[in-house]
């Protein structure tokens, strides 16, 4: 081992272990993107691969978490949404299963969630979008914290990943395992965000085009041809209606999304439904936009959900392959630095 490899398995020791596996990477949850095949595939070359539930019914669930038993005798976790209407049947699914953590996203976890969760002895992990957040967090019992920076694909907060770690970590990283996320292409800031106490990171961008991903070629294709500046935020049209921006990569279904949240505002005016209902409207919008480009192939009217480190994604390769290359790229940074 090159004293590289050793400071990088030392780095990575705390959040491996955390997670049960031998590599600190998690594969974040992707809607219909991050399924058994995806899964399996991050799992069983040493990461950690979580299935996106998105807006998946408990019975697809359930299938979804045995198809990918079936692939990987290594952990896994399991990403839900907060606001899905069946939270609590998700996490049964999850329990019967023994699935070792579940992510929960989509904001603060309602009342007994977490309970809930640790019941079945899973961990739980949660976003945390701010440092007071964190803190509200960690004292009500999540196991683990994910910061994701602006620079990630999908849902995004306002802040810029580099500035996360550099106010967060150091407050709590001594208190449990965080993971960074958003923006991360290469090793060498992996070695970075681990110098600077990190547990471990979270890709997602970097996994699409791997070779064992469902995404349709016409997804992996327009992935493989942009390059950061083409992963634009969507804007905000209505100020009535606080809508969570997404990244995706600059089409004509960016466009709609305007149109879409106009609707949806004069519903809100017109009385016909309220916020709650206009806001899981818009969530409902986005996964059957996602749904097209994904898996019909459809990256002109799809939603083809990017993060800013796209640019950074060359080819089609396995998921060996990538992790490999992250970890070399990471162990090369720690080596150079050490000198
Ligand atoms: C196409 C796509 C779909 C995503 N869907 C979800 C999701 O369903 N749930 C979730 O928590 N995060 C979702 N994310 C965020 C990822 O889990 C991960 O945190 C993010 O991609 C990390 O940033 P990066 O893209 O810069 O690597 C999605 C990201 C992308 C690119």
């Given at each position: 081992?090159?004293?590289?490899q050793?400071?990088?398995?030392?780095?990575?020791?705390?959040?491996?272990?955390?997670?049960?596996?031998d590599?600190?990477?998690?594969?974040?949850?992707?809607?219909?993107?991050?399924?058994?095949?995806?899964?399996?595939?991050?799992?069983?070359?040493?990461?950690?691969?979580?299935?996106?539930?998105?807006?998946?019914?408990?019975?697809?669930?359930?299938?979804?978490?045995?198809?990918?038993?079936?692939?990987?005798?290594?952990?896994?976790?399991?990403?839900?949404?907060?606001?899905?209407?069946?939270?609590?049947?998700?996490?049964?699914?999850?329990?019967?299963h023994?699935?070792?953590?579940?992510?929960?996203a989509?904001?603060?976890?309602?009342?007994?969630?977490?309970?809930?969760?640790?019941?079945?002895?899973?961990?739980?992990?949660?976003?945390?979008?701010?440092?007071?957040?964190?803190?509200?967090?960690?004292?009500?019992?999540?196991?683990?914290?994910?910061?994701?920076?602006?620079e990630?694909?999908?849902?995004?907060g306002?802040?810029s990943?580099?500035?996360?770690?550099?106010?967060?970590?150091?407050?709590?990283?001594?208190?449990?395992?965080?993971?960074?996320?958003?923006?991360?292409?290469?090793?060498?800031l992996?070695?970075?965000?681990?110098?600077?106490?990190?547990a471990?990171?979270q890709?997602g961008?970097?996994?699409v085009?791997?070779?064992?991903?469902?995404?349709?070629?016409?997804?992996?294709?327009?992935?493989?041809?942009?390059?950061?500046?083409?992963?634009?935020?969507?804007?905000?049209?209505d100020?009535?209606?606080?809508?969570i921006?997404?990244?995706?990569?600059?089409?004509?279904?960016?466009e709609a999304?305007?149109?879409?949240?106009?609707?949806?505002?004069?519903?809100?005016?017109?009385?016909?439904?309220?916020?709650?209902?206009?806001?899981?409207?818009?969530?409902?919008?986005?996964?059957?936009?996602?749904?097209?480009?994904?898996?019909?192939?459809?990256v002109?009217?799809?939603?083809?959900?990017?993060?800013?480190?796209?640019?950074?994604?060359?080819?089609?390769?396995?998921?060996?392959?990538?992790?490999?290359?992250?970890?070399?790229?990471?162990?090369?940074?720690?080596?150079?630095?050490?000198?």
């Open positions: 081992m090159s004293i590289g050793e400071r990088l398995a030392r780095r990575m020791a705390r959040g491996a272990e955390f997670l049960g596996c590599v600190a990477i998690l594969g974040g949850a992707m809607s219909w993107i991050s399924e058994r095949n995806l899964v399996s595939a991050i799992s069983n070359a040493g990461g950690f691969g979580v299935i996106a539930c998105g807006a998946m019914s408990p019975e697809l669930l359930d299938t979804e978490i045995a198809e990918t038993k079936k692939r990987t005798d290594k952990p896994f976790g399991v990403n839900l949404i907060t606001m899905h209407p069946q939270l609590f049947e998700l996490i049964g699914v999850c329990a019967k023994k699935v070792s953590h579940v992510v929960l989509g904001g603060l976890p309602p009342a007994g969630a977490l309970d809930a969760i640790k019941a079945s002895g899973a961990k739980v992990i949660c976003f945390a979008p701010a440092l007071a957040l964190a803190k509200k967090l960690i004292r009500s019992g999540v196991d683990a914290l994910v910061i994701e920076g602006m990630a694909g999908g849902h995004i306002p802040v990943t580099s500035v996360l770690a550099q106010e967060m970590l150091p407050e709590i990283a001594d208190q449990l395992p965080v993971f960074v996320a958003g923006g991360i292409g290469k090793g060498q992996i070695a970075g965000y681990l110098e600077m106490g990190a471990g990171v890709l961008t970097r996994f085009c791997a070779t064992e991903c469902i995404a349709h070629p016409n997804f992996k294709k327009a992935f493989i041809r942009a390059s950061a500046r083409d992963a634009i935020a969507s804007v905000q049209i100020p009535r209606l606080p809508v921006p997404v990244r995706a990569l600059r089409n004509a279904e960016m999304f305007a149109a879409k949240q106009r609707e949806v505002a004069q519903m809100l005016d017109d009385g016909k439904v309220d916020m709650g209902a206009a806001q899981l409207e818009i969530e409902h919008y986005w996964a059957g936009a996602l749904r097209r480009a994904v898996i019909d192939g459809d002109e009217s799809g939603s083809v959900m990017a993060g800013q480190s796209v640019g950074m994604v060359k080819a089609e390769e396995p998921v060996a392959d990538i992790i490999a290359t992250l970890m070399t790229e990471a162990a090369e940074a720690l080596e150079t630095r050490a000198h």
